[in-house]
């Protein structure tokens, strides 16, 4: 089973990602489910899902932090806007992460578009 999660990712962050300047993404919790894939939430004032990234096995940093090396980096073709993601799909940004899976309709839309 493909893992997918959601992460909430400032825009700054996105840009260093888009321009190959940053290769990690480092986190301080791990999840259970380990992904193959990640969706980025882009923070305000951008407010939006608008990348996806491959990610390679996840590396231990030191003991409370995390690294995603990012394989590859999308940036989707239509961005959709939190005020879409909230009314459509009851999406709200996570403060961590989520699991795309719980979020079906959003899951299934995403696969439609890719």
């Keep these: ?5 959601i992460y909430s990712l400032k825009p700054v962050y996105a840009n260093l ?3 190959q300047e940053k290769k990690y993404e480092y986190r301080n919790i791990k ?3 380990l992904p193959k ?3 980025f939430y882009i923070s ?3 407010k939006s899902l608008k990348y ?6 996840i590396i231990q940093t030191t003991e409370n932090e995390f690294a995603y090396p990012i ?4 940036k989707l073709k239509e961005p959709i806007t939190l005020k879409d993601l909230k009314s459509k799909f009851g999406f709200s940004a996570p403060q961590s992460f989520a699991y795309l899976d719980r979020y079906e309709e959003l899951q299934n839309y995403l696969l439609m578009k890719l």
Excluded: T
């Excluded at 089973?1 to 999660?5: D, G, H, P, Y």
């Design 1 to 5: 089973m493909n893992i997918e999660l």
């Design 44 to 46: 305000s004032p951008e």
């Design 31 to 33: 999840p259970k489910n």
């Design 37 to 39: 894939r990640i969706w």
């Design 52 to 57: 996806l990234a491959d990610v390679g096995e």
């Design 71 to 74: 394989l590859h980096f999308y």
């Design 17 to 19: 990602i888009l321009n």
